[in-house]
């Protein structure tokens, strides 16, 4: 039997990979139509390419939509590209309303509250855990890694969670940078709270290597952890 991942891509399945079962009783239905609230209130960023701009990642990140419960986080989510989209495209591209289109650099989910810039009083003392995949990972497997990740921080359930102030897809297969390679970000605050520290990193190692049958990836990537207040860029 081929390997599931948690992708959302069809290429590996998508939605039909879980065989999750109808449920047409009235109740449940009328429950899920309830706002299911969020333990904390998010924010999808992006960060664009800005042509005619280097070094500024103030004018390149921009706020799209607020989100604070359940339902409307699988709206925003169903919408947005999975890594393994990026592998396939080289660059994530976004339709403006002025009919152009701008390539994305990275997709970012923080606390309502806090921008996504080392820069911010949350972040400024803290730092984030990163892990580079390559292609060579496969699609399906880094979609999974992504995927558990976002679940858990945004459901609350990645402790110690008040640690948590966001995380970042970041497109380093292309541009000016190549790394072929697509990094992700976890980031927290309270840098020097090392006890807190490494209980964030074993949970989100964990979390991250969880399968969709809940045994765990056989060699997960091992996060490096940079500290903002030593970094000069994102």
Known sequence: ???????????????????????????????????MKLRDNWVLWEQVVVE???????????????????????????????????????????????????AIDAIMIFKDGIAPEWEDPLNANGGHFQIQLKPTVGGGQIDEYWNNIVL??????????NMITGIRLVDKLSGPKVQNAIRIELWFTKYFDTNAVNLLR?????????????????????????????????
Not at 61 to 86: A, H, M, Y
Not at 214 to 227: E, V
């Open 152 to 161: 858990g921080m945004v459901g609350g359930t990645l402790e110690p969670s």
């Open 202 to 234: 074993k949970n989100f190692e964990k979390c991250m290597a969880t399968k969709v049958d809940g045994s765990q990836s056989a060699s997960p990537p091992k996060p490096d952890t940079k500290q903002h207040g030593s970094l000069g860029k994102h």
């Open 52 to 102: 005619g701009k280097t070094g500024n990642y103030a004018d390149a990140t921009r706020k799209v939509v607020k989100f604070s419960t359940v339902q409307d986080f699988w709206c925003i989510w169903n919408g947005l590209p999975q890594p393994s989209e990026l592998l396939e495209q080289k660059r994530i591209m976004r339709d403006q309303s002025n009919g152009q289109s701008v």
């Open 1 to 35: 039997m081929a390997s599931q991942f948690l992708s959302f891509n069809e290429q590996f399945g998508g939605r039909g990979n879980f065989n999750i079962p109808e449920d047409d009783d009235d109740s449940v239905i009328e429950a899920l139509k309830e706002p």
